[in-house]
């Protein structure tokens, strides 16, 4: 080391030297590194929603809890009403008070299980209560309610039976806002815990299911129909080019 060689004053003066970095040529400054920007979410802008108060009136309305919050929701199962397909869509409320009447008084549930409602002409209504924009708990999909949203298609659609674009259409925004709201592609899949051994998996396993299900997915059920079902790639599709995403 060529320090050693330097005699007493001089050695000690040559270390002071090196250590503030005066015996060493300027380094040249680094431009700082910058840090990865995280990716922007993707969302989709909420869809029009009819309230519960278009439906139902205090002489309908049962007492009910408060209602149950997840944290987030990350799938989305679809379903259909199983009622007759050949209505005006000015109907519509009353079709959904008579659903809302059917669960709340022969089932008696709290409230009606859907979160949503779509009928043939695209309108969006409100099914559940609790908050359009927020993770309700509803009961529309027997051992995977929690952590989801269901969406019910008012109509019957079996094999053959014509399904209405606006309806499709109406599906797919809503699915693409509900679920961008935790930033889920429509078109990935989902892991959810079964809390009900009467649905197609065990309580307390893990599942992996389409973030945008059909109801059969998760329960031995032909809803919500194989017409409707056939629909749910495009669905899917429509869903994922509304949050921004690329094919």
Sequence with gaps: MLLACLPGLAAALGLILCADGIGHPAAKPRPPVAAPRPAAPHTAPMPHIVPRSAWLDSLARHAQPP????????????????????????????IIRYLYAGQTGARQWDDIGYNFLVDRCGTIYEGRAGG??????????????????????????????????????????????????ADIDPRAEARLVSSNSLSRYRSGTTATLPALAAHKDAYMTS???????????GIRQLAARLQGRTP
């Design 67 to 94: 209602p149950r919050y997840d944290d987030k929701v990350v799938a989305v199962f679809v379903h259909h009403t199983d009622s007759p397909n050949g209505y005006d869509c000015a109907e519509a409320p009353r």
């Design 132 to 181: 359009v924009d927020r993770p309700v708990t509803g009961a529309h999909t027997q051992g995977f309610n929690h952590r989801t949203a269901g969406i019910a298609a008012l109509g019957t659609f079996t094999a053959g039976t014509p399904v209405p674009q606006a309806m499709t259409d109406a599906i797919a925004a809503l699915a693409a806002w509900k679920l961008g709201l």
């Design 223 to 233: 809803c919500p129909g194989l017409a409707l079902i056939a629909r749910l790639p």
